[in-house]
């Protein structure tokens, strides 16, 4: 055994390797100064991916809230704490849980919200076991790769687009770039990194098992993007 290893050990010393050429590696991203162009590549980005997304204008937010919840039967609700639309996601799930549905003529039963205000311990089995959705804001988006860009809080920790069934995704029009180097010089990341940021472009999804395509096993088995025209 140590005569066969000395050997190898011989041969790798003897040996003269050759420096590999360093390789140019370019990438070029998608870049368009088209505010049209660059908001339809974002779309189709993640509607490749099995994502739903939902385009409003913002005085409709509350209804169309309203109606993804209905539409897709949701009984229970997770929430963040904060967020520059808070408001029109409280207001349109606590008129849901009033009965209060003025939107269309669909039944349904009472909502019921959980808003994520304390450890995740006191949470962690009604998230896994009990809730249908959870609904988030976005930083931004990326146009080039159809990308959500998520900058979890203690107000919305990542917990909220990571663990529920379905994951609500509210964005501005106006947050979307054509690419992930401009976002960073855009909103000046170096000057205040996140410790976590989330990449989205669509929902959960793997082929592990006789490579056959399953959503939901690791995550969101649907995403739901509502996008607002802010410009």
Known sequence: MSTARNAILSRLRDAEPEAKAMEAITYQPWVSNDA???RQRFIDGLSASHAEIISTERDAL????KNIVVSKQFSRIALGTAGEFHS???QATQSLAKGSLDTKSLET?????????CDISD???ALFNDVDAG???CRAGIADTGTLVLWPDISEPRTLS???PCHIALIKRSTIVSNFAELMVTQAWQNNMPTNIVLVSGPSKTADIQQTLA??????SQLVVILIEDM
Request: glycine share 6%.
């Open 36 to 38: 049209q162009l660059t």
């Open 62 to 65: 509350n209804n169309v809230i």
């Open 88 to 90: 029109d996601i409280v």
């Open 109 to 117: 039963p009472a909502i019921e919200t959980m808003p994520f205000d």
């Open 123 to 125: 949470l962690k089995s």
């Open 135 to 137: 609904i988030t804001h």
């Open 162 to 164: 990571l663990v529920p």
């Open 215 to 220: 959503y939901g096993a690791h995550g969101p």
